[in-house]
């Protein structure tokens, strides 16, 4: 299950839909959070837009690679867009699979391309004024690992 949506998202219930196959012996997630801090600067909060179609084509490539690499069963990968507030959840990326190597390694290679290969612009809020945040040398550095 992909979506992109404006309202927030239950790690409960995203959990229980991701326990729902009986071979699955591994469930492993992430929850992204807005925080309130990035490069020394405080942070009040994000303002995120994305490409509609184009965004959701992405995230489901991005997913079938990490079918490819692993024996992963499901995905639950569900990110927010609009203005969210510090500490509000931004990104969900569950995945279950036969055992945990799978699981762990899958969600954070999804969570890797996620950060450099999906369509989301993110403009900061903070007491300086707005800003529009460029893609971080970490992010495309952690991608490369999986290369």
Request: some cysteine; charged content about 25%.
């Amino acid at each position: 299950m992909i979506k992109v949506q404006t309202k927030d998202f239950d790690v409960a219930e995203q959990y229980q839909l991701l326990k729902q196959r009986s071979s699955a012996g591994a469930i492993v997630f992430f929850v992204g959070l807005v925080r309130d801090m990035n490069l020394g600067s405080e942070v009040s909060g994000l303002h995120l837009e994305h490409y509609p179609g184009m965004t959701e084509s992405q995230l489901l490539k991005i997913v079938e690679q990490a079918k490819q690499r692993w024996p992963i069963q499901d995905v639950s990968l569900i990110h927010r867009v609009g203005d969210l507030e510090v500490n509000q959840q931004i990104v969900f990326v569950g995945v279950n699979s036969p055992h945990r190597e799978a699981s762990f390694a899958a969600c954070q290679f999804i969570m890797d391309y996620l950060k450099t290969e999906a369509t989301f612009w993110k403009k900061e809020r903070s007491a300086q004024g707005d800003s529009w945040l460029d893609a971080r040398q970490s992010d495309v550095k952690a991608k490369q690992k999986w290369s």
